[in-house]
């Protein structure tokens, strides 16, 4: 319902700022099928928005030139809870319009840019080429267009990819692409850090998809059924260390007073392998054996290459 909500929003803002817009351009911008776009224009009727549709070949959807947001309507904790956001997102996401965005917005609602507080995801650009790779594949979702690249996976296989972008989100301390594989015929997900040589193709992909939301979650969960369970000890004086970082796992006390966690991730990322051997001697994975080996051999290949 929130994400619904918010498009409903970010949807009436579009329409104010355009003076007619089909269905099939709603629903490309806004990722969504044209059948929810329908959907949605009811519900905003039903809200009290003046919107009305125009027949003919540059007809659409619009909204009555005399209808106004008020800005009386949104409170001062409002006003400052979307000047946070976009602030913090301008930290986050490399985007040419959020700076003017800002700009508009101060000026719209008079608000100052003292706030008493900020959130700070530089760390969530990564580097330069993962930047501009999403800035292209923006585009390329905007157009419609299908990709080509090159992937590298985990375990440093390389292969050719062609696709039709759908998404870009950050999850997991990276940027992600969502995806239709259009030799698999299926949706996948890879991290852009990974990609290379991508380049945009002159076809555009004709499959029709289902709300991208709904597509994403499902592939999610399809994902999240192949991670392991992996178990871990810890003395009594290490869970809190532990509880920073996996908040939502609980954990058990075992006959030798020690206490036990079990942790669902995907086996074959590194990420989670290296935070696991950040812990040192704090913490003891104890299974499965297979992950528990690879471990050990990360842990002494890393030794290796040192005179001990």
Request: aromatic share 12%; with cysteine.
């Amino acid at each position: 319902m929130p994400m619904k909500i918010d498009r409903l929003l970010s949807i009436t803002i579009y329409l104010l700022n355009n003076e007619s817009v089909s269905a099939r351009q709603l629903a490309l911008h806004f990722q969504v099928s044209v059948r929810t776009i329908q959907r949605d224009m009811i519900t905003l009727s039903q809200a009290g928005i003046p919107v009305f549709a125009n027949s003919g070949q540059t007809g659409g959807y619009a909204i009555l030139p005399e209808f106004k947001l008020k800005n009386h309507l949104l409170k001062d904790a409002d006003k400052q809870l979307i000047l946070k956001a976009l602030k913090s997102l301008n930290t986050s996401y490399s985007n040419s319009t959020l700076e003017e965005l800002i700009r508009k917005y101060l000026t719209i609602t008079g608000e100052n840019n003292s706030q008493p507080v900020f959130w700070d995801f530089g760390v969530t650009r990564e580097n330069a080429v993962v930047q501009e790779y999403n800035i292209f594949l923006e585009n390329a979702i905007k157009q419609n267009r299908t990709i080509r690249f090159h992937y590298r996976n985990a375990e440093g296989v390389e292969s050719e990819r062609r696709a039709q972008p759908l998404a870009v989100h950050y999850k997991w301390y990276a940027w992600y692409l969502f995806f239709y594989d259009l030799d698999k015929l299926d949706y996948r997900t890879c991290k852009v850090a990974r990609m290379s040589e991508l380049q945009i193709s002159q076809g555009r992909c004709t499959v029709q998809h289902d709300e991208v939301e709904k597509l994403m979650k499902e592939s999610e969960q399809k994902y999240y059924r192949t991670c392991s369970e992996i178990e871990v000890q810890c003395r009594e004086e290490e869970k809190a260390l532990l509880k920073e970082y996996f908040p939502d796992e609980e954990f058990e006390k075992l006959p030798d007073g020690k206490y036990r966690m079990f942790l669902h991730v995907p086996q074959k990322e590194r990420l989670w392998q290296a935070l696991l051997l950040s812990f040192g001697n704090r913490v003891k994975v104890i299974g499965p054996q297979e992950y528990r080996e690879n471990l050990i051999r990360t842990a002494q290949n890393f030794l290796s290459n040192y005179d001990i």
